[in-house]
């Protein structure tokens, strides 16, 4: 069974950045795609950036068109983990970030990680 655990959420200016980080564990081998999702009161949890982890050279990533240009996500191959690098942050950025990963006929969620971004 995989497990996620995110970090790095927090509480930061509008116009400053923060850096997301999810670690994997259990039978990671499994999984296809990982990638975050975000929810904010009231609105539907969307998503913000997906990356495939197969054991290759070239990933394929994918953005929101809310984030495209500001955040940044990678694999961290050492550390079993998807980082999401986030620049140039805005108040409407404010959400719950929840890391996911899928597979072939599953997937999973973590328990999120609040970022509050102020004006």
């Known amino acids: 069974q995989v497990q996620l655990v995110e970090s790095g959420g927090g509480l930061v200016q509008a116009g400053g950045s923060l850096r997301l980080s999810c670690a994997a564990s259990?039978?990671?081998?499994?999984?296809?795609?990982m990638g975050w999702y975000r929810q904010a009161p009231g609105r539907q949890r969307e998503l913000v950036a997906t990356?495939?982890?197969?054991?290759?050279?070239?990933?394929?990533?994918h953005y929101a068109d809310s984030v495209k240009d500001r955040f940044t996500i990678s694999r961290d191959n050492a550390k079993n983990a998807v980082n999401l690098q986030m620049n140039s942050l805005k108040p409407e950025d404010t959400a719950v970030y929840y890391c996911?990963?899928?597979?072939?006929?599953?997937?999973?969620w973590g328990q999120g990680t609040q970022v509050t971004v102020s004006s």
């Open positions: 996911n990963a899928r597979w072939y006929n599953s997937g999973t």
């Open positions: 259990g039978s990671i081998i499994e999984i296809d795609t």
């Open positions: 990356i495939t982890v197969r054991d290759s050279t070239n990933y394929n990533t």
